[in-house]
């Protein structure tokens, strides 16, 4: 238990939300409290252009840049927290998926006029499938939107998760006055601003303080108290608890563009969340603090320079401590491995660390040795468990154009398959190779960087395959009868594992009501 206290003030999360929600807005302002950038504007100039969902060199241009975003470290009071980035376009929503596996908790943001939109709705099951930690920011208050009580009904509904309102907003839109806070028994007014002072908080230990009438006007206290004996009713005390268990979600009102809100949440944000915890592994529960290290990478970056093949893949350290140089167990590949140069991504630069704890992430210079979900310990074999991969949505097979280049072509979809930019099946029983992503985007990367980084040109054509099923079965018999009967919707992912290709919802149905002997699973782990 050596590292207990430095691994206690780590906070590794993320912000996920639909596109413009705030996502970015409010990330730039929790920068800009926690001192790691100078200037609001700073974080926006990394965002994927919303009309850039053709133009695939605008992404090439964004990879480059994110890599620096990709993980926002910085202190705050005794904290140490690190923002994970997610990207905002649905078509990269995998990539955010497995993003979520390497944070303890997520703030989402949900926009007011808005309510849940399909993207939140997505990032929530996935959430809900590893039970992690949300506070919930409804954001925009300073524009007409929703009921208040009509909204958190959508999002209990929606979202499938309890509700706990932490602040309560009085009026949005151009009557916005503010917030009060409902734990500590304070009223925030409302002034629009961008800078990092704090709103001034006014306390109002007994609503019926006529302190009230005098900052809000008497129609609007009258309204609070009503307003906020009905919440006391209704969602009675918060058991911290059942937040740490992904029950319930604390919930804040603001608007991250005028930085209202913000402070407040993120100092309940570091006082509440948790600190990184211990996590599952193929062999046993891996207790944070143990003094040995394990980690596992999560998202690896290709370098944009097609003459430097090398790769950065972010670790997240689940245990004990890592260290620059130091020879650490490569468990697949069951050979040791040392990284001499360790990125952090202290405000914002990439510098070369010494040491880094659990919760943190660090990015390791790769020339070919990782795969997502790998992992690194200080000997012991195994492997972190609950790293999915979700099924795609588009599927599409793969056409060599020029048979000289086979090999290239083979080996750049080996790669970027390693990446995470798609997912790759093989036809059963033949070779015709299916490509899986979630968005159409991710065929142009594909087709591009097939082209620019190994030579080989491609093409696709459309399959009509909806989604991916990953087969098991105790009886192995029926399922390689299912798989020769089926060959047409038969496929094995790239470890070879067996899959079956849906062209509908009916056909699946089907097929799951036919076989009661086959279990149907809709995500696969990496690693079993
Ligand atoms: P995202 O990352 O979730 O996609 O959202 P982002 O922060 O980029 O915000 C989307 C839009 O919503 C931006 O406006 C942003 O300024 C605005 N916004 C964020 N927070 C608030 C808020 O509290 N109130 C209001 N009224 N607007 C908010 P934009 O016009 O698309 O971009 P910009 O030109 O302002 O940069």
Redesign the pocket.
Known sequence: MKYAKEINRRKTFAII?H????????TEKLLLFGGAIQVAGAV?SN?IKKHATSDFMEIERQRGISVATSVMTFEYGEFLINLLDTP?HKDFAEDTYRTLTAVDSVIM?VDSVNGVEEQTRRLMEVCRMRDTPVIVFI??M??DGKNRFDLLEEIEKELKISLHPMTWPINSGKDFKGVYNLDNHSLRLFTAHSGTEDEAAISIEQLSDHLLEEKVGDRDADQLREDVELIEGVYGDLNWQDYLRGKVAPVFFG????NFGVKELLDTFTRIAPSPRSRETSTRLVDVAEDRFSGFIFKIHANLDPKHRDRIAFMRICSGRFERNKYYHHVRLDKDVRFSNPYSFLARSKDVIEDAYAGDVVGLFDTGNFKIGDTLTEGENFYFTGIPSFSPEIFKELVNKDPMKTKQLEKGVRQLTDEGVAQLFTQFGGNKKIIGCVGELQFEVIQYRLLQEYGAACEFRTLPFYKACWLTSEEPGKLEEFLRFKQQNAAEDKDGHPVYLAQSEWFLNTEISNNPSIHFHFTSEIHK
Do not use: H
């Open positions: 939300s596109p413009d929600a705030g996502k970015t807005t409010l926006k965002k905002g943001v954001n925009k300073d524009r608007s991250a563009v005028n």
